[in-house]
């Protein structure tokens, strides 16, 4: 069955940015001038999805906003004459059909997918996490896609990570079924790096199918005291096939500072607007650093 719909959880506080999070979703921080969820809602329609659900709370409202006409700012730049910037703004609310449904409160990633469960119905759809941005040729979950079309099952979108690292992330057991294609034996939400199965991290793609809610609704809290998607796909790889898709892109943790940083400035570099004067600016930092 084709995947239409996609959930994007993006309740959660956002403790990582405080205090910028505090009067705004962190889900409305920019790269450069674009909202990161923005660049996740680009993938899920590159991707072919047609219809997002934006799990949401209380003091998400911003969100909602941004996605909806703006018909003062439209007023405005109709009356400048700015047709380019109102053209850009309209698109903005036009991408693709937007559902929201709140988490009353924050019980975390697994109960947030729960909440879309609804909406979703008895279909295979994607999961596609704020906090990691991918850059890439062919778009991210378009790849786990068309893995998908060819295994059936459930695909995490996965990619090797650093041995420090291992202790940030959801971690495969898993056997390589052929080159970049792991089947999941067993998973660990956030091991000590000398706990880890592996160094195959979940880097927040995934294609699910319906019966991940059925397990979601009987997952006790895990680690941090939080409903984790990955215990609820603990239970699920003994039921149905699990695969780790290594997808091709370089991948940006935006919910980390450093990680921000980083998309920030080389987001910047790719941009024909800003990329020759920024390079020339950062040269010039770096010998002066030198
Ligand atoms: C979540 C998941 C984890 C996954 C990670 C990817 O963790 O629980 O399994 O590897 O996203 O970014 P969080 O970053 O919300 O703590």
Same mark, same amino acid.
């Given at each position: 069955m084709q995947v239409r719909k996609a959930v994007i959880p &993006? &309740? #959660?506080?956002g403790v990582r940015f405080l205090p910028a999070t505090k009067g705004q979703p962190?889900?409305? *921080?920019?790269i450069i001038d674009k909202p990161t969820i923005q660049y996740i809602i680009e993938e899920a329609v590159d991707s072919g999805i047609e219809d997002v659900v934006i799990v949401t %709370? @209380?003091?998400?409202k911003a969100i909602e906003d941004y996605f909806d006409y703006s018909p003062g700012l439209e007023l405005f730049l109709r009356r400048k004459g700015k047709l380019d910037l109102l053209e850009m703004v309209t698109s903005i609310s036009q991408m693709v059909e937007i559902h929201y449904v709140r988490q009353?409160? =924050? @019980?975390g990633l697994g109960h947030a997918v729960y909440c879309a469960r609804k909406f979703v119905g008895r279909e295979p759809f994607a999961v596609l996490l704020g906090d990691d941005i991918v850059r890439s040729r062919v778009p991210c979950l378009q790849q786990l896609l068309e893995a998908y079309n060819e295994l059936g099952g459930n695909i995490l979108g996965v990619q090797e990570v650093p041995p420090e690292d291992v202790s940030k992330y959801g971690i495969l057991d898993a056997v390589e079924i052929r080159p970049g294609v792991y089947r999941v034996r067993d998973l660990v939400e956030k091991p000590a790096p000398n706990e880890a =199965? %592996? @160094?195959? &991290?979940? *880097? #927040?793609r995934y294609v699910l199918q319906p019966r991940i809610f059925d397990l979601l609704e009987r997952t006790p809290p895990g680690a941090g005291g939080e409903i984790q998607l990955t215990d609820a796909l603990r239970a699920l790889c003994r039921e149905e096939p699990i695969y780790g898709y290594v997808f091709k892109g370089r991948r940006y943790d935006v919910g980390d500072k450093l990680g921000y940083l980083k998309a920030t400035v080389e987001f910047a570099l790719d941009r024909e607007d800003l990329a020759e004067d920024f390079r020339a600016y950062l040269r010039k930092l770096v010998g002066n650093a030198l």
């Open positions: &993006a &309740a #959660g506080v962190k889900e409305m *921080l920019p %709370s @209380r003091y998400k009353k409160e =924050p @019980r =199965p %592996s @160094r195959l &991290a979940i *880097l #927040g």
